[in-house]
Every structure is written in C-alpha cells, then in structure tokens.
C-alpha cells in the first residue's frame, strides 16, 4: 500500500507526542480503517553534526502517523531499519518506549488517540563516514490496532548551505539616493548548489528598482523572488550582478531583507498570500557574475542555515510627531471626554524592528480628576501618588502621516480648574527616554488640556531641556542594533492585537496612516487600524518582515 508522503520535515500542523504511561485500550479493529505515514522524501545529515543537544545541527525526521476511521484509542509499533544507514547517519534513540536492537529502531506498545501520533528521529554524523554525496533508504513500517503503513525517506551524507553574506550598514545616502549593495552568496555546504533562488522582502524605505526577466515581482506586496540558475560548489563564492534600491522620501532606517536557497520557495506558505508576474521578457536576467547558466536540479538539499541577512542603512531625515488633546465636557455633568494622541507630520517614517514603539500617548492628570473609563490599550504607569498617568501604545511603525488618538471618560469638577497633559515619551531600547533624535521640532511634544466647564484644546506646555542634538537641517540618526546574518529582529505580527502597545487591541482609540484594520468593543469606542505587518519565516531559523506598502497599502 502506497502512502502520502511530505516533503517538508515538519506537520502543516504540529502533532503533540503522547507521553506513555498506562495501558491504552485496544479498539476493536475496523475494516476500513487506514493508517498513512507522513514523512519526508528526502533529508541531508551534517557531516559536523553531533548527537541532539546545544549547538548539535543535528537533523530532524518527523514522522507522522493517521489512522482513519478509527476515533477510539489504539496501540501499536513503529520499527525503523537503521542497517543502511551505516556510515551516513547515526540515529538517536527516541524515549524510553524505543530500544534499538541488531541495526532496528522500535518504538513499543505507542498509544494513538484520535488516530493522531508523531515520532521525531534525530539524525547526526556517524563515525567512520562513507564519502560525501553517500545516499542511503530509510525504511519506517507502523502497524497500529491490525491496520499497516510503511514510508521510505532518503538519507544523504552531506548538503548545500548556501548564505548570502553580510553587507555594512550604509550611512551616505540620502531621500532619492539609488543604492546599489554587492551581493554575494557563498556555498558554506559539502555538495554543490545547481541554482539560486533570491527572496527580497520589502523592508522599509527601499524600493526594487531593476526589472529583470528571471524574477517575479508580487502585484500586491514588496516581495520579489528571482530565479538564477549557475551553480556553486563547496566553498564557492559568488557575486550577483548590480541590483539597486531606491532610497524613498521617508527613510530614516531603511532596509531590505534577503534570502537565498538552492530549492524554490514554498508558494504555498506565507508566499501564497501574494501575485507574482514576471518580470518583462526583454528585460536582462539577474547572475551571478562570471558563471555561465545551466545549473539544473541536482537533487541536493540545503541545510538553510544562516542564508538570510538585511541591507540596512542610516538616512539622515525627521519626522515631526506632535501631541494633541481636546477636552468636550458633558452638558450639566461634571465628566466629559478627553481625547489624546500623536500625528506624525513627517516626512520621515520611524520604524523600530525591535518591536518597542518610537513613541507612546502619555496621558496624565491629577488625581482630583477621577478616569471613569479608559481605553483598552492603555495601561496606568504613575508612581506619584498626585497623578494618574497612563500609557498609551501606538506603533513599531510610525509612518509618515500615522495619527493615533485615544479617548477617556474623566469626572472633573469645573471649579477645581484641572489640566491633563499629553507628552510623547519615547524609551529606547535600554528603556531609558531616548529624546527622539528625529524630531527636531520638540515644542510641540506636549500640550496641556483644561477640564474646565467648555471644551477646549491643548496648548503647548513648556519642554525641559534635552541632551539629544540635531545637525543643521536634520537628524542624523543613530545606527539600529545590527541583527545577525539572516536574521531578522522579532517584530508583533497582527496576532498579537490587543497586547500592550501593538497596534491593536479592542475598541478605545482610533489609528490612522497604515496597515490591518480590527474594530471592537470593550471599555471605550472607536475602530483600531493596526500595523500591516505580518511575521514570516524563511527556511530554519531565517525570520523576515514584509509589509505591505505599495499596492493593496494604505498611505
């Protein structure tokens, strides 16, 4: 009996491995039932790797088993032939419920519930290996309540690893600069690469410029994958041909993420989202210099370790954010509503990959004046007994045009003539306040709002001198915290709406200038735009960022 087979080592979803312990009751054995085996077609074992642990590169075989028509508990075993793995792999033992006696690997009496259960092998470097390139069949049998399934997985001694190496920070370009980066792709591996595949993700601030006919441009995204078919062997490094990006009116930390694997991207994960077209067929193709095309698949899998990085660079640009605050009391009450928040007047977009946000809506008032509501998305922060203060999250993605403003329901009693003030703190990444070097402009940082008995609006409050200095015409600013080669810092993907600060949340404020849009009720009213982002991965361990800023954006 033939069975499905993946050719990803993980589950589209993961399945949890039961713990053993107690007898599972055997169901009576249905006719009908079929067990499948999910399991890779192929994986490649690193010559340096070491048993699983720390640091070990050693390789995962998830094997994934389905009885169907069968929802009542069943026992069974999983037997793995290790004899043809010798000198291409060394198997570790799975749990205490797996022996390895005379070269076979079985996994005894395993329950399955709700005809679901996983089995993870772990493959690493076998003592006396045979020559790289040595190719070996695993073989997996399952008999579960009766009902029998088997799968095969072909294992090879070695890979490819081919990474893109690090370009520097580039800090001498301006708005409407073209920046032209050498990229460079090395085979970090033991087996030759046939072809490159060349994922750039639209960071912030850089646009794609060139048209080449071996890529294709995503219709609804900053999100380009282009196909260069030249090999690369062991230890080989090899330079692409000039790719350039344009420096937009509103970088100040521009970048760009990309990624190289000698296999096509999976468009049936997160690339699935978009429409590619390719680009014009008169157009030149993207190569790698100096190495002729061919480079058809050789079947040798990439141990994608590292083969992503990120263009970054400093732009010398400002943005203005500006607080603002309105007070509309309620006729012949004593309460009203205070409305705060932050317009970023531009022109440049702040973009913290951090995750922290460039600025917050700090709303404080006297303690005489009583918040009867507050939106969800701000959070008491006072540690003066004579003030209430909250913070209210906004954004790690500030861009120009961005306006946030959040409402409050305060009882405040018209004689005691109170005031609210609403400042733009701004905590850099040793949560200390980092004086926004990008906004020059700090007189309009807070305002202060009367809770008087007529409405009013805030007016400018006095700022305390600050240490953060701006050159003639524009902040030149600080260079972000480099990540690691193929790495991408964590950002709030749109499942985390509704967490303190990530553009989300339910109901209480109203955003504008970009992104997912999620309205809600709760404690206040109003509709939440959150941050377009999502959070994508690449290969192992590669996480990169695209947002959406062209088309299908909003501006």
Same mark, same amino acid.
């Given at each position: ?178 920046? *032209?980066?050498? $990229? ?7 087996? #030759? =690469? +046939?072809?490159?595949? &060349? %994922?750039?993700? @639209? ?64 468009? *049936?994960?997160? $690339? ?7 680009? #014009? =067929? +008169?157009?030149?193709? &993207? %190569?790698?210099? @100096? ?77 005489? =004046? ?186």
């Amino acid at each position: 009996m033939r069975i499905s087979r993946s050719r990803s080592l993980g589950l589209a979803t993961t399945l949890a491995a039961l713990a053993l312990g107690g007898a599972a009751v055997p169901a009576a054995h249905a006719t009908d039932s079929t067990l499948k085996i999910e399991a890779p077609d192929a994986v490649a074992v690193d010559p340096d790797s070491t048993a699983p642990g720390h640091d070990s590169n050693s390789t995962r075989l998830r094997l994934g088993l389905t009885l169907s028509d069968h929802p009542a508990p069943a026992t069974g075993r999983i037997t793995v032939d290790l004899a043809p793995l010798q000198g291409i792999a060394s198997v570790a033992t799975p749990g205490n419920a797996c022996t390895v006696a005379q070269q076979v690997l079985t996994c005894d009496a395993m329950p399955m519930y709700e005809g679901k259960q996983s089995l993870d092998l772990y493959l690493y470097a076998p003592t006396g290996a045979r020559p790289m390139g040595s190719t070996a069949v695993l073989h997996t049998t399952a008999v579960f309540d009766g009902v029998t399934a088997s799968a095969d997985t072909e294992v090879t001694l070695g890979g490819s690893n081919v990474v893109v190496e690090e370009v520097p920070t580039n800090r001498d370009l301006k708005p409407g600069d073209t920046w *032209t980066p050498t $990229l460079k792709v090395t085979n970090r591996g033991q087996l #030759p =690469a +046939s072809q490159l595949y &060349l %994922t750039f993700t @639209g960071g912030m601030e850089l646009t794609f410029l060139p048209q080449f006919s071996n890529c294709r441009y995503a219709t609804d995204g900053d999100v380009v994958i282009c196909t260069v078919h030249a090999g690369v062997a062991p230890g080989e490094t090899v330079q692409l041909s000039p790719i350039g990006f344009e420096v937009d009116s509103d970088a100040y930390y521009p970048y760009e993420d990309v990624h190289v694997s000698s296999a096509e991207p999976d468009l *049936t994960g997160w $690339l699935g989202h978009y429409h590619f077209a390719p680009g #014009p =067929a +008169s157009a030149p193709k &993207l %190569t790698a210099v @100096g190495k002729p095309e061919g480079g058809a698949p050789n079947g040798v899998i990439d141990f994608e370790r590292l083969n992503g990085t990120s263009l970054n660079a400093v732009v010398p640009n400002t943005a203005d954010f500006v607080a603002f605050g309105s007070w509309t009391p309620e006729a012949g009450k004593q309460q009203g509503k205070l409305t705060a928040g932050l317009v970023n007047n531009g022109p440049a977009s702040i973009d913290w990959r951090s995750g922290s946000h460039p600025a917050r809506v700090r709303v404080a008032l006297p303690t005489q =004046a009583e918040v009867l509501q507050k939106p969800d998305n701000c959070y008491p922060t006072s540690t003066d007994p004579t003030v209430n203060s909250f913070d209210c999250g906004t954004t790690p993605y500030i861009k120009n045009g961005y306006r946030a403003s959040f409402d409050f329901t305060v009882r405040a009693d018209p004689a005691a003539k109170l005031s609210a003030t609403v400042s733009l703190p701004s905590l850099g990444e040793d949560n200390q306040e980092s004086g926004k070097p990008w906004d020059p402009d700090k007189a309009n940082d807070v305002v202060t709002v009367a809770l008087g008995g007529e409405s009013s609006t805030g007016t400018p409050s006095p700022q305390p001198s600050r240490s953060a200095t701006t050159e003639p015409g524009g902040s030149t600013p600080s260079a972000p915290a480099t990540p690691a080669p193929g790495t991408t810092p964590a950002t709030p993907s749109p499942s985390a709406s509704g967490a303190p600060g990530a553009g989300g949340g339910t109901g209480g404020g109203s955003y504008s200038g970009g992104g997912l849009a999620s309205t809600g009720g709760g404690q206040g009213a109003g509709t939440v735009l959150g941050l377009g982002i999502g959070a994508i991965t690449l290969g192992v361990g590669v996480v990169v960022v695209a947002r959406r800023r062209r088309a299908g954006a909003q501006h």
